[in-house]
């Protein structure tokens, strides 16, 4: 009998987790608010349901995967009051800790059992199962999971007791926000002085100052192209949010970090909320004067 998997929020990492759970030969359904996703799915052939309590009352496993912590709130409300039994909730979004141990609290006073599983990558990485994910919880249930999560990442890390998933990501997506600024501020400082920025990208890959991060987004810099977006700015204003919020609460000395948090802000006052993040590059080109045909 084929595993069933259940994801709630179709978007850019939900949509690529549950097509790769499809092509693992699991049972996938879906569901999210947004009609066009559902369609989009189900002209692949992979099921939606209706609503959140149908999808919670056909599956023993679910994924949710959303924008914001009004909707991972609803949605936890939406799954207790459900017919569903004794699920496991493999919470993904980017949240403060505040709203994933709440998320744990209305999930544990229905019966269910949520881990707080977040992921380290891009959509595009998504697409083609290229995550880590950092896996918080009971050891035993993530220790249940590990072949599900090998049919969407590459990596499965368990992290501890329910939280630290978020704390991991909170430190993974600090090093993004800084490599991305840096990869635009060399590719600003390379391109005013005359060099072919396709050339640049090429060049900075192949030395010490390569990165991840500048392997994935200097090319769409050089190309001057945002869109489609794998993350976009407006996603990374609620991310940046969440990561400054814990780093102020703990008092951890940041500058670095905090350095980047105006480059964010300036490009979303460009318009390119909805352009991936390497458009940053494009906020420090005009401030450093530089206008490309």
């Not at 919670?56 to 991972?72: D, F, G, K, M, Q």
């Not at 010490?208 to 993350?231: C, H, T, W």
Request: hydrophobic share 45%; charged share 20%.
């Amino acid at each position: 009998m084929r595993e069933v998997v259940g994801v709630i929020g179709l978007g850019a990492m939900g949509g690529s987790i549950i097509r790769n759970v499809a092509a693992s030969q699991r049972q996938a359904f879906g569901f999210d608010i947004d009609a066009n996703k559902k369609s989009e799915l189900m002209a692949e052939g992979i099921d939606v349901e209706s609503s959140v309590a149908a999808l919670a009352e056909r599956v023993p496993v679910l994924i949710t995967s959303l924008p914001n912590p009004e909707a991972v709130i609803a949605v936890a409300g939406e799954i207790a009051a459900s017919k569903a039994k004794n699920l496991i909730v493999i919470e993904a979004s980017t949240l403060t800790l505040e709203d994933k141990f709440e998320f744990q609290r209305i999930l544990a006073e229905a019966g269910h059992t949520a881990v707080d599983c977040t992921l380290s990558g891009t959509g595009a990485q998504a697409k083609v199962g290229d995550l880590a994910v950092y896996a918080s919880g009971e050891e035993e249930i993530v220790k249940t999971l590990r072949p599900l999560f090998s049919s969407f990442t590459r990596q499965l890390h368990y992290v501890g007791a329910y939280g630290n998933g978020s704390k991991m990501k909170y430190v993974a997506n600090l090093l993004v926000a800084i490599h991305n600024v840096a990869s635009a501020e060399a590719m600003v400082l390379g391109m005013k002085s005359g060099l072919d920025p396709h050339h640049l990208v090429e060049l900075v890959k192949s030395g010490v100052g390569n990165s991840r991060i500048f392997e994935l987004r200097a090319p769409l810099m050089a190309d001057n192209k945002y869109l489609p977006a794998q993350s976009t700015i407006a996603m990374w204003q609620k991310d940046l949010s969440v990561i400054s919020a814990y780093v102020n609460k703990i008092g951890v000395a940041a500058p670095v970090f905090n350095a980047t948090m105006p480059v964010y802000a300036a490009a979303y006052a460009h318009g390119h909320l909805e352009d991936d993040a390497a458009s940053v590059c494009n906020t420090l080109e005009i401030m450093s004067g530089i206008e490309r045909k």
